[in-house]
């Protein structure tokens, strides 16, 4: 079956360190988001990728950098730069055959940094 | 500044009633389009519904409705005979192009909680 998998579903790091949160998918989607949630913010657009090596900042871009060497991949690096990173990630992708098509998410990863 | 806005931050409703979640967005974009999503609590983003701006009928998946005023940016859900499963946050969004990018904007979401 097709889907998005992002792992780890938890993450646990210590303030300083930089650390990566893995996003594949194999529904050869073009499209790819990073998304973060925090209580009573609704999701809020880190980064997002509409083909291979190319991606454009979200509304919250600062202390996070990605990369897109591949298709079906897209990591987020949260860095030390990143002053509150504790929250809840979500990935997402989308083919871009159609404007309508839903975004496809994948189940998330919760990052606690302390 | 393209922006969605759900005023309900939280709900109640009655297994088996009616209820209603109300979405206002913001956009100076023509072409766009709008969604539904629910998240229960395994936090999974489910699509409920979605919208196309330049349709006016409205859109209809079984208990789950819309009513979209495109003058009023107003983009509500309805949700008849609910259920315990329909517990969950609800998010509005739309769905705009820039750029020839394309990127989804989410209001803050209604937490629905539908009561036995």
């Known amino acids: 079956d097709g889907g998005i998998t992002q792992s780890p579903k938890y993450l646990f790091r210590k303030e300083g360190q930089n650390v990566t949160l893995s996003c594949e998918q194999n529904l050869n989607h073009d499209a790819m988001y990073w998304y973060r949630q925090d209580p009573g913010q609704g999701l809020r657009l880190i980064y997002y990728s509409q083909i291979v090596n190319d991606f454009q900042k979200g509304d919250i871009a600062e202390g996070y950098s990605v990369s897109r060497e591949k298709k079906e991949s897209f990591p987020l690096t949260v860095t030390s730069a990143q002053k509150n990173p504790t929250a809840f990630y979500l990935c997402?992708?989308?083919?871009?055959?159609?404007?309508?098509?839903?975004?496809?998410f994948g189940n998330g990863t919760r990052l606690t940094v302390t | 500044a393209q922006t969605v806005t759900q005023s309900q931050p939280e709900m109640s409703v009655q297994e088996a009633e009616t209820v209603t979640l109300s979405c206002t967005y913001d956009t100076s974009e023509n072409n766009y389009y709008l969604f539904w999503y629910k998240q229960p609590p395994s936090r999974q983003m489910i699509l409920v519904i979605r919208?196309?701006?330049?349709?006016?009928q409205n859109a209809t998946e079984n208990r789950f409705s819309v009513n979209f005023q495109k003058a009023a940016k107003s983009f509500s859900l309805k949700i008849s005979d609910s259920q315990l499963g329909d517990t969950a946050m609800y998010f509005c969004?739309?769905?705009?192009?820039?750029?020839?990018?394309?990127?989804?904007?989410f209001g803050k979401g209604t937490k629905l909680t539908v009561n036995p």
């Open positions: 997402a992708s989308t083919t871009r055959d159609t404007y309508n098509s839903p975004l496809h």
């Open positions: 919208q196309e701006a330049y349709k006016q």
């Open positions: 969004a739309f769905m705009i192009r820039q750029g020839g990018s394309e990127k989804l904007v």
